[in-house]
């Protein structure tokens, strides 16, 4: 499975970005998707994730209201980020958790094997 990131940049708190994560080299069915995001010296930490089945989503509480994760038919999984805070500075991940269950989202960092290499997103306040 291979993840390529993109959608990354410099924006004003209270913009809004949209990140890609286009996917390949496998059924795109088979595996529960994610965004992390992780700061210098910090834990990557989950901001969204989406089920199989693309009917179960979760977000992390900060995140909730501004954040969308949504997928489409061209194996490629979003996030539109509304309403940014500077707070939202991190490099952010795509992730893809294989043999989860159908209609679960996963928000278990140790879940994902496969990585995208992390596209910078900056807030400036």
């Known amino acids: 499975v291979q993840l390529q990131a993109s959608g990354g940049g410099l924006e004003q708190a209270g913009g809004s970005l949209r990140l890609s994560c286009a996917v390949s080299?496998?059924?795109?069915?088979?595996?529960?998707m994610s965004w992390f995001r992780q700061g210098p010296g910090e834990e990557r930490e989950f901001v969204a994730g989406i089920s199989r089945s693309g009917r179960k989503i979760a977000y992390e509480n900060s995140v909730k209201g501004r954040f969308t994760i949504s997928s489409d038919a061209k194996n490629t999984v979003y996030l539109q980020m509304n309403s940014l805070k500077s707070e939202d500075t991190d490099i952010y991940y795509c992730?893809?958790?294989?043999?989860?269950?159908?209609?679960?989202?996963?928000?278990?960092?140790?879940?994902?094997?496969?990585w995208g290499q992390g596209t910078l997103v900056t807030v400036s306040s």
């Open positions: 992730a893809a958790s294989l043999g989860t269950p159908w209609d679960s989202a996963r928000a278990d960092v140790r879940e994902y094997g496969y």
């Open positions: 080299g496998h059924t795109f069915e088979s595996y529960a």
